[in-house]
Nanobody, 122 residues
Framework: QVQLVESGGTLVQAGGSLRLSCAAS????????MYWFRQAPGKEREFVAA????????DYANSVKGRFTISRDNAKNTVSLQMNSLRPEDTAVYYC???????????????WGQGTQVTVSS
C-alpha cells in the first residue's frame, strides 16, 4: 500500500501563487506516475497534471497549462504543484494520486490522498 498526504492548500487572492506538496509513504518503490486532480463544489473530480517517475514526461489539463507546473523528488518521495496566476475557478479540493503504471490518459490512479482545499478569492 501507498499513503499520500497533501499539504499547502489555503486561501489566496486571484493572481497569486501557491505551492502544493504531497508526501508518499509505504511501498513507494512501486509508484510510477503521480498526479494532481481537483474537485470543485458541485462538479466532478478532474485531472490537473501528471508526471512519470523518470521526470521525462508530464501532462496538464488545458485549463492550467502555462500556469501550473508539476514536479517530483523521487529521493524524498514527494510531488509538488506550483500554481501561478490563480483564478477563482481554480478553487477546489486538490488531490494527490499515484499509480504503479506510467501516466496514461485513461488510467484511474490506484492510490489517493485525502485532499487539500485551495480557495482563490476574486
Amino acid at each position: 500500500q501507498v499513503q499520500l498526504v497533501e499539504s499547502g492548500g489555503t486561501l489566496v487572492q486571484a493572481g497569486g501563487s501557491l505551492r502544493l506538496s504531497c508526501a508518499a509513504s509505504g511501498r513507494t518503490f512501486s509508484i510510477s506516475a503521480m498526479y494532481w486532480f481537483r474537485q470543485a463544489p458541485g462538479k466532478e473530480r478532474e485531472f490537473v497534471a501528471a508526471i512519470n517517475r523518470s521526470n521525462s514526461g508530464s501532462d496538464y489539463a488545458n485549463s492550467v497549462k502555462g500556469r501550473f507546473t508539476i514536479s517530483r523528488d523521487n529521493a524524498k518521495n514527494t510531488v509538488s504543484l506550483q500554481m501561478n496566476s490563480l483564478r477563482p475557478e481554480d478553487t477546489a479540493v486538490y488531490y494527490c494520486a499515484a499509480d504503479p503504471r506510467n501516466y496514461g490518459g485513461s488510467i484511474i490512479p490506484r492510490y489517493w490522498g485525502q485532499g487539500t482545499q485551495v480557495t482563490v478569492s476574486s
